[in-house]
């Protein structure tokens, strides 16, 4: 037991023997909390003045909705590109700690582009499945609307996210600097393995290859084990969140065409 007036003792109670702060320090200052609260109560009680938007009407509907002027500084940073002829290449990162709760909103989500985003047209865009399958398919966005679809809330982390970490000194940054190419958010499209189990994989299949619509044909390769499992989606692709299914920087992105390797 800490002996009275003995500060050397109760300093030594801080700390329990795991190094966790004793919990009388915790109960003894929600103590001090609730009485210094008690005599902020008359003040607490006086009358709030009324701001300016109480006194006069706001402003009319919009067609779209737009965030407020107060949440101007909430925006992505986009590094100016190496090559001031090759715009739109490089990241546009999604400010972390400015953000509350795990969605990211449409238009802060980050972006990683080769050869800039490209302006797709949903009634021209097509997704193709062929290579090692029974039935070569093609898909209309409007085709894929009719097939079942999920919901999942996912996050997405750039592989070059952190980077900063990796070198020898510390990096001055905050975390959208250093942590800004993560962002999660809400996603609803068709299973990927609905569509390949309709184009009939073969057997001695054993890889699917992505193609991207951009200009620069982004590709990357995937298990056809892994393309099976649920949480493989493939279009419409859409983040659903904040009320937007198709952000510009997402285009109708299909992840498409499709093609099943050896």
Known sequence: MRKNGDSREWQSERATANGILNRRVFLEGAFVAAAAGAGSTAAGAEPLPVPSWMKQPGAGFSAYGQPSRFES???????????????????????LQLLTGMITPNGLHFDRSHSGTPDIDPDQHRLLIHGLVKRPLTFTLDALARYPMESRISFIEC????????????????????????????????????????????????????EGADSAAMSRSVRIICSMRPARFCGPGLIQCAAAPHPRIWNFDLSAPLRCNR
């Open 159 to 210: 592989a070059g996210n952190s980077g900063a970490l990796n070198t020898a000194q510390a990096q001055p940054g905050n975390a959208q600097a250093i942590h800004g190419l993560l962002s999660c958010a809400e996603w609803t499209g068709v299973r990927l393995a609905t569509l390949l189990d309709e184009a009939g994989v073969e057997p001695s299949a054993k890889w699917v290859v992505a």
């Open 73 to 95: 500084k909430v925006v992505r940073t986009i590094a100016p590109p190496a090559n001031p002829a090759t715009q739109g290449i490089g990241t546009a990162r999604t400010p």
